[in-house]
Structure formats: C-alpha cells, structure tokens
C-alpha cells in the first residue's frame, strides 16, 4: 500500500549484483527500469485517467493498437527516418498489446471512452480471427487494416523491407551472439529456398534447423532494435530507397483508412440528423 509518490515517501530496495548488498533509493526515479516499471502506473496520470475521460477521448488524435512493440517502434522510427510531412504519423497514437489475446479487448476499450480507433495486423490467421472478433463487435471494415503493399499482402511489417535490407540487421544482431555457435551469414537465396509466407517465417524456419547448434529462437525484437537504433542515431544507411518506398505505402494506406473513417462517420451522424428530423 503506497499512501503517495512524494519524495521520502517511497523507498526502492535493489540487489546490488557486484556487491551483494542491497542498495536502496531514497531518489526512486534513478533505480533500475525493471523496477521502476510498476512504479511508473502511480506516477503516471495520463496512462490510466487520461483513457477513462471520455471527453479526452472525443478530442484525441486518432489510436491505432498494435500486435507488438516491434510495429511500435518501427512505426514511430520509420515515421523520422523518411522526414515526409505529408505521411507522418506524428498525429498518430501507437499503442502496443501485450500479445495478440489483448488486441480485440484494448481496442474495444479505446474505442468505448471514445477514441478514434484503428487496429493495424498481420496476415496470419489468429489475426484474421481478431479482425472477425472485432467487426463482431461493431468496428467497421474501415478500422481494421491489414499489411499490405499494392493489394498483395503482408505477414509483418519486416516484408515492408526488402531481403536484402532486412538480412543484413540479422547478420550484424546475430554474427557475434552465435559466433560459437557457427552462425554464418544468411542470405535472400537462404530465405526465398525456404518457400515460406514471409521472411519472419523463413527466418523461424532457419532458427528451428539449428535448435542444437544453441541458436535458440529467433527474435525479431532484437533485429527490430537494432533497427531502430540505427535509425536513431543517423547509421541506417543499409536501408535502400525500395525499403523507405514501402514504408511510404503503409503511412499511405492508415492515412487513407482514417479519411474513409471520418467520412463514413460523418455520413452516419448526417442520416441520424435526417431521420430526427
């Protein structure tokens, strides 16, 4: 039980690794992220009231909710690698699920306080599923969007990178992380031999060949930070044009998805005006 966050108020206890004694925070905003976490629910109004005012939520700029953290931080980054105002997503709130079972619930829930919701997925099955689930309770076609890039579509938002682009954050995450255990640089011929519906797929394919060689399973996380931080720090030269071209289709395509949006909103409060009358 937390009476409140003052300063004095709240201790943090942490094991001091190299020491082995324990160290506690007075100033509890330094400790360690991991245990700082929880404590960033009380600290943080905006994350719990600000989703419960409704009339925030009718004044908001549009949400779209996530499968992953790694289509956060792609979208977010993405959005400052291209510098096109026309297609940023800066008035544009992200929300990451916790897995694909939240998806439908935290998109309802925005979508209930009044928030202009939209729910961006992959082209697997469990995310068909979820798209059903959600029509089922009342969102529109509109609000559902799917990878996709020309009308063909997509199983991630890593097939918006080209092969090449994409096995070369692979290559640099996993040379020195499985250079005991006889990694060696993957190729496109290595992932389109593979005959799978994506290159996540593929790459999945690959790890599960070398589950005794201790490769373990294949993060896309950890290539999507890489990624990102590339991409944050101005050393995303790897990333071609044909890669920044299809990222361009997919801002394009939520920005379409919002317009189709409001416009059938719009149309919708017109005929109730009509019929009250």
């Known amino acids: 039980m937390i009476f409140d966050y003052a300063p004095g108020n709240l201790l943090v206890v942490e094991l001091d690794k190299k020491k082995h004694l324990s160290r ?3 100033d509890y905003w330094n400790a360690d992220d991991l245990t700082l976490t929880p404590i960033l629910y009380g600290l943080s109004r905006g994350l719990v009231e600000s989703i419960l005012d409704r009339e925030i939520g009718y004044n908001s700029r549009p949400v779209i909710v996530v499968e992953t953290i790694s289509d956060t931080m792609y979208l977010n980054a993405f959005d400052k690698f291209l510098e096109d105002p026309n ?3 800066n008035p544009l709130n992200i929300v990451a699920a916790y897995n694909k079972n939240s998806v439908m619930p935290l998109s309802i829930f925005y979508r209930n306080h009044g928030y202009n919701t939209f729910v961006l997925l992959d ?3 469990e ?3 979820i798209s059903a689930q959600l ?3 009342e969102f529109s076609k509109t609000q559902t969007i799917f990878f996709e890039e020309k009308t063909k579509a997509l199983q991630s938002i890593e097939d918006y990178m080209i092969i090449e682009d994409y096995l070369y954050a692979v290559n640099q995450t996993y040379a020195i992380k499985l250079r005991k255990e006889g990694f060696v640089n993957l190729t496109e011929q290595d992932i389109l031999s593979r005959n799978k519906n994506g290159i996540i797929e593929s790459l999945h394919s ?3 060949e070398h589950k005794e060689d201790g490769w373990e399973e294949f993060d896309s996380e950890e290539v999507a ?3 990102c931080e590339k991409i944050a720090i101005g050393e995303a030269d790897f990333l071609s044009d044909k890669t920044k ?6 801002y394009r395509l939520i920005a379409e998805r919002i317009r189709q949006q409001q416009n059938l909103v719009a149309s919708q409060n017109s005929d109730k005006k009509k019929m009250s009358v």
């Open 87 to 89: 297609i940023s997503m």
């Open 206 to 208: 690959i790890w599960d």
């Open 24 to 26: 506690i925070y007075y």
């Open 225 to 227: 930070r890489y990624i």
């Open 127 to 129: 995310s068909k599923e």
């Open 135 to 137: 029509i089922a309770n």
């Open 245 to 250: 071209d299809k990222f361009r289709s997919l």
């Open 123 to 125: 082209n697997t099955d």
